[in-house]
T-cell receptor, first 112, second 113 residues
């Protein structure tokens, strides 16, 4: 499974757009890119998944360049409640393959 | 739709005792996973069930850990005998077959003293 590298931490202010970039140079052809969010004392929560180009849902956008060696999670207009750890995961998570490999994640702190 | 539920939320036991953690996945989810986070470390995969079958148990640390999923519904994770290094938060997650989105429970915080 491809190894991922992300910033250890980021700070932002309320109302700003936050972009968290993840590097995954060894991504395989069948691999998808998935992002999870985790609040203290809770289990991780799925945010978004993509394979290439851009994916958008009601929570975030995911930008994936053509070479797929990196991806950027974009959170529009963050609020204090977006303070959490964000994990970038890469792997073939369809079908019967499902063990998620979590890295250290990016700790996002949103300030008023 | 009820989410993934785990029992208990917190357990404190003495070294050498036995503890059984339970996970109730979302109804209809064939995939069930166990993960754990030891203090200060990353979340680590333990094992994966597809229905009642163990698909992948490569993350189980040793034979003191036994996971079961009888009938393909809820799952239990037994630690016997517990050691100090088993302390941490144990997460359970479930997903539909063929779907990547996994839903996690709140976790069980295990403290071995």
């Amino acid at each position: 499974l491809a190894k991922t590298t992300q910033p250890i931490s980021m700070d932002s202010y309320e109302g700003q757009e936050v972009n968290i970039t993840c590097s995954h140079n060894n991504i395989a052809t069948n691999d998808y890119i998935t992002w999870y969010q985790q609040f203290p004392s809770q289990g991780p929560r799925f945010i978004i998944q993509g394979y290439k180009t851009k994916v958008t849902n009601e929570v975030a956008s995911l930008f994936i360049p053509a070479d797929r060696k990196s991806s950027t999670l974009s959170l529009p207009r963050v609020s204090l409640s977006d303070t959490a750890v964000y994990y970038c995961l890469v792997g073939n998570y369809g079908g019967s393959q499902g063990n998620l490999i979590f890295g250290k994640g990016t700790k996002l702190s949103v300030k008023p | 739709e009820a989410g993934v539920t785990q029992f208990p939320s917190h357990s404190v036991i003495e070294k050498g005792q036995t503890v059984t953690l339970r996970c109730d996945p979302i109804s209809g989810h064939d995939n069930l996973y166990w993960y754990r986070r030891v203090m200060g470390k990353e979340i680590k995969f333990l094992l994966h069930f597809v229905k009642e079958s163990k698909q992948d148990e490569s993350g189980m640390p040793n034979n003191r850990f036994l996971a079961e999923r009888t009938g393909g519904t809820y799952s239990t994770l037994k630690v016997q005998p517990a050691e100090l290094e088993d302390s941490g938060v144990y997460f359970c997650a479930s997903s539909r077959q063929g779907r990547a989105e996994a839903f996690f429970g709140q976790g069980t915080r295990l403290t071995v003293v």
